[in-house]
């Protein structure tokens, strides 16, 4: 039976029905001036339209995972993501801080994150440490490589249980380190060193991972991979990404991770007045 409801610091997010992750990227090509100066906010200004929307949490990051994305310095990210994440959740807005680094978990978690959005899993040396030292929840994500070189060449033998199987061996890792169960959320990780054909298999394969019990999370909005299969540039992704919602919502998805909020939720209500 999966997991009903997600501890998350001082909230507790009620997954009875599917939940929005709103994406702010405070990144220089997100709200910027020509990608010189990033618009801190413009950034805010985003994020409260999401929430007025109907986002249920907004995921703040400060460095792109996109295939190909450099690294970002950890001072860097830490001037982008900390004031952002302190004036959201000041204004009672469920924060999640999407980072692979520790200093930046503990530093977002102080500022008042509630959920921990870790694309590498907590697989980077003190993540683990710094995520239990916490009371967010976490996101465990699946990646095969790293961001900079992980589309060149990704190969599974059986790309569904390997994913399962990665996301429990560190689910278990977190609980082992005193990370409740109720606190965590797996993510198989669309678009993260998988093809179409492998994203594909993975997402038909979710209620595997749903069963499991742990809450799933799906990101697929605007990515690549949905370009595939429409012929659409990114800026034209949206109906393709509600579509993607709802078909990960329809084999259990508990979060998705979007872009277009409004046209998120205004489906998923359709979705619930049909499903019941
Ligand atoms: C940061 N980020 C980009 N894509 C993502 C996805 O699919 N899942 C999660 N958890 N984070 C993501």
Redesign the pocket.
């Known amino acids: 039976m999966p997991t009903r409801a997600l501890r998350c610091g001082p909230h507790v997010l009620d997954l009875t029905r599917p939940r929005v992750m709103g ?1 702010l990227n405070v990144t220089p090509d997100s709200f910027s001036d020509g990608g010189r100066f990033f618009d801190r906010e413009r950034a805010l200004d985003h994020a409260r339209r999401m929430l007025a929307d109907g986002a249920d949490l907004i ?1 703040v ?1 400060g460095e792109s ?2 295939p190909g994305a450099a690294p970002v310095d950890e001072a860097d990210e830490l001037a982008r993501v900390i004031p952002v994440v302190d004036a959201l959740a000041r204004e009672g807005a469920l924060v999640s801080i ?1 980072t692979m680094k520790p200093a930046v978990m503990r530093a977002a978690v102080a500022a008042g994150a509630a959920m921990i ?3 590498n899993a907590l697989q980077v040396p003190g993540a683990m440490d710094a995520a239990a030292s916490t009371a967010a929840a976490v ?1 465990l ?1 699946h990646m095969q490589g790293e961001p900079r070189t992980m589309q060149a060449a990704p190969q599974y033998g059986d790309v569904a249980a390997e994913v399962r199987d990665f996301l429990v061996g560190r689910a278990q890792s977190c609980e082992t380190s005193g990370i409740a169960r109720e606190r965590i959320v797996l ?1 198989p ?4 060193g998988k093809t179409l054909a492998q994203n594909l298999l993975l997402a038909r394969a979710l209620p595997e991972l749903v069963a499991t019990g742990y809450p799933v ?5 605007r ?1 690549s991979s949905l370009g595939a299969i429409t012929g659409r540039d990114v800026d034209e992704r949206m109906p393709a990404s509600v579509a993607a919602a709802l078909a990960a919502v329809a084999r259990g998805a508990a979060i998705v ?1 979007v872009h277009d909020v409004r046209e998120t939720v205004d489906a998923l209500r359709v979705w619930h007045a049909v499903e019941g």
């Open positions: 994406i995921d990051g995972t996109r999407d959005n870790d694309v996101c994500m993510d990780g669309f678009g993260f999370l799906a990101g697929w909005s990515k991770r």
